[in-house]
């Protein structure tokens, strides 16, 4: 089992940066890629950032240009950088990915609340 801890968020005025991170720890020799998701009030979960094997990214539009995802493999923690942080970006931050042989995502963490606002 794979147990995902997000730290990191806070209140930053528009404009502002946050770094976040994600800590595994459990069965994580068999996480070649992670997500960050994110939830705004009364929203579905969004997908937000990915980091695969090697170090390849990928972003949604919605913050292109703006987050970077980043990994630290001897850490086992993943981190999002957010600058120009936006109102829409306030969200809870969650970090996750699937369990190669069931497909399913491991257990959700408690995520980290980013608010952006004056």
């Known amino acids: 089992q794979v147990q995902l801890v997000e730290s990191g968020g806070g209140l930053v005025q528009p404009g502002g940066s946050l770094r976040l991170s994600c800590k595994a720890s459990?069965?994580?020799?068999?996480?070649?890629?992670m997500n960050w998701y994110r939830q705004a009030p009364g929203k579905q979960r969004e997908w937000v950032a990915a980091?695969?094997?090697?170090?390849?990214?990928d972003y949604a539009d919605s913050v292109k240009g703006r987050f970077t995802i980043s990994r630290d493999n001897a850490k086992n923690t993943v981190y999002l950088q957010m600058n120009s942080l936006k109102p829409e970006d306030t969200a809870v931050y969650y970090c996750?990915?699937?369990?190669?042989?069931?497909?399913?995502?491991?257990?959700w963490g408690q995520g980290t609340q980013v608010t952006v606002s004056s």
């Open positions: 459990g069965n994580i020799f068999s996480i070649n890629t």
């Open positions: 996750n990915t699937r369990d190669r042989s069931s497909g399913n995502f491991y257990p």
């Open positions: 980091i695969f094997s090697g170090g390849i990214t």
